[in-house]
C-alpha cells in the first residue's frame, strides 16, 4: 500500500505571508493541527498549532489587548514556520511514512509527487486508522495467534489449513521477535475451530499461543 492510497488529498494550505491569527482561525476552524505553507506551488514550510501558541506572548506580558492583537497581525508565518519539512513521495510505501514518522518524531508528512508539488498530507492518525483495518478491527471473528519459523511456506500453510476448515480470512499479520522467530495473526470468521486445530497438528513450524473472539 503507497501512501497515496491513504493519505488527505484535499489539503488546506496557507502562504508565508498569512498572518499568525489568520493561521490560528483557519486551525481552529477546521479543527486541524499543522498547516503546510506553499510559495509558488511548492513547500515552504509547515506550522503547527503548537508552534503558533509558542511564539504567543505569555500570560505576564504587560501589553494590552490592543497592543497584542497588533503584534500577532503582524507576525507573518514565515517567522516561525519550520523550514526544513520532511517529505515524502506520494509512491512511498506506507509502512516507510511511519517509519520516518516514528524516528523523526513528527506527526504528519507533507506529500509530493515527482515535480515536487503538494498533492496530499498524510498523518499518523491516517496510519492508525489503515493499520487497524488492515488488522480486521470491527469485523466479527476469531483471531489466532502463532510463534512462527522463519521460514518459506509457514504463512501458507496456516492460510491453507484455515480455508480448508471453512474459513474466510479477515486478515494475516506478521512481525518479528528477538529470538529469530515471528509473531502470526490470522483473523478469520466461519472457521470450524475443531477441524482447524486438528489441521494445525500437521504444522510443525508454527505453535499456536492463543485465540480469542
Not at 518524531?105 to 491516517?126: C, F, R, S, Y
Not at 492460510?159 to 518479528?176: E, H, L, Q, T, V
Not at 482447524?196 to 480469542?212: M, W
Amino acid at each position: 500500500m503507497l501512501v497515496k492510497d491513504v493519505m488527505t488529498k484535499e489539503v488546506i494550505t496557507i502562504t508565508p505571508d498569512t498572518s499568525f491569527s489568520d493561521a490560528m482561525n483557519i486551525l481552529r476552524k477546521n479543527k486541524i493541527r499543522r498547516l503546510p505553507v506553499v510559495k509558488d506551488g511548492k513547500i515552504a514550510g509547515i506550522i503547527t498549532e503548537k508552534d503558533l501558541l509558542s511564539a504567543s506572548p505569555s500570560a505576564a506580558t504587560t501589553l494590552d489587548i490592543w497592543e497584542l492583537q497588533y503584534l500577532l497581525n503582524k507576525l507573518k508565518v514565515k517567522e516561525i514556520m519550520i523550514k526544513n519539512v520532511v517529505t515524502v513521495k506520494e509512491t512511498t510505501p506506507l509502512e516507510n511514512a511511519a517509519k520516518i514518522m516514528a524516528e523523526k518524531k513528527i506527526g504528519a508528512l507533507p506529500v509530493l509527487n515527482d515535480n515536487k508539488e503538494l498533492v496530499g498530507i498524510i498523518t499518523e492518525t491516517d496510519i492508525f486508522k489503515t493499520f487497524v483495518k488492515m488488522l480486521g478491527a470491527g469485523r466479527k471473528g476469531t483471531r489466532y495467534t502463532f510463534e512462527a519459523e522463519d521460514e518459506p511456506g509457514v504463512i501458507y500453510n496456516i492460510a491453507k489449513f484455515a480455508a480448508d476448515a471453512g474459513a474466510n480470512i479477515i486478515a494475516i499479520s506478521s512481525y518479528p521477535l528477538h529470538n529469530g522467530k515471528y509473531i502470526v495473526v490470522v483473523k478469520v470468521e466461519n472457521v470450524d475451530h475443531n477441524k482447524f486445530l486438528e489441521y494445525l497438528t500437521a504444522c510443525k513450524k508454527a505453535k499456536l499461543l492463543y485465540f480469542s473472539e
